[in-house]
T-cell receptor, first 117, second 112 residues
Framework: GAVVSQHPSWVICKSGTSVKIECRSLDFQATTMFWYRQFPKKSLMLMATSNEGSKATYEQGVEKDKFLINHASLTLSTLTVTSAHPEDSSFYIC?????????????FGDGTRLSIL | AQTVTQSQPEMSVQEAETVTLSCTYDTSESDYYLFWYKQPPSRQMILVIRQEAYKQQNATENRFSVNFQKAAKSFSLKISDSQLGDAAMYFCACAGADGLTFGKGTHLIIQP
């Protein structure tokens, strides 16, 4: 199988704090990892794509200084929401792929529900 | 750029019956891949089935099969013998050089 672990699954914090979300591929090496945001009853919106050892590529409209992505190893990528505010509250999902080729299916983590008070 | 359209926000089917979820897409690429993902209430994204665009044969996975019409850019999902555990959001997705693009999803309800 291809297991992706995402942690934490749910986090509640005060406005102004920074929150780090981890995405780990447990049984394979993930050359590419993706970060998505999903609003209630909506589809997944790609935020950024990260390749191990390289800077992440952000989608248009996504603030890279707000959403810091680090992909330091082939099994771990992190998303840090800096100075989070209530409008950042959402469901964040990561996925990982063995290769950067489009034919490789993405394996998803279980997601993180972020609530900013 | 790729676009994926799912025109059915919600579908309902009786348990043990068959249901078909529609999906159309548009892409300028010649080499691309199509996927159906399932998202149950737990919100985990689960790969249901995938289709390589260069293959004419429709992909099948147990009770799940697709009807891939390349010329029409259509990629529908058929679920046979529907089970209560099939209740979920279903997302159609197209993968190309721009990455993975999702449709808006179809909420599938299974009636016992």
């Amino acid at each position: 199988g291809a297991v992706v672990s995402q942690h934490p699954s749910w986090v509640i914090c005060k406005s102004g704090t920074s929150v780090k979300i981890e995405c780990r591929s447990l049984d394979f090496q993930a050359t590419t990892m993706f970060w998505y945001r999903q609003f209630p009853k909506k589809s997944l919106m790609l935020m950024a794509t990260s390749n191990e050892g390289s800077k992440a590529t952000y989608e248009q409209g996504v603030e890279k200084d707000k959403f810091l992505i680090n992909h330091a190893s082939l099994t771990l990528s992190t998303l840090t929401v800096t100075s989070a505010h209530p409008e950042d509250s959402s469901f964040y999902i990561c996925s990982a792929s063995r290769q950067s080729f489009s034919n490789q299916p993405q394996h998803f983590g279980d997601g993180t529900r972020l609530s900013i008070l | 750029a790729q676009t994926v359209t799912q025109s059915q926000p919600e579908m309902s089917v009786q348990e043990a019956e068959t249901v078909t979820l529609s999906c159309t897409y548009d892409t300028s690429e010649s080499d691309y891949y199509l996927f159906w993902y399932k998202q149950p209430p737990s919100r985990q994204m689960i790969l249901v089935i995938r289709q390589e665009a260069y293959k004419q044969q429709n992909a099948t996975e147990n009770r799940f099969s697709v009807n891939f019409q390349k010329a029409a850019k259509s990629f529908s999902l058929k679920i046979s013998d529907s089970q209560l555990g099939d209740a979920a959001m279903y997302f159609c997705a197209c993968a190309g050089a721009d990455g993975l693009t999702f449709g808006k999803g179809t909420h599938l309800i299974i009636q016992p």
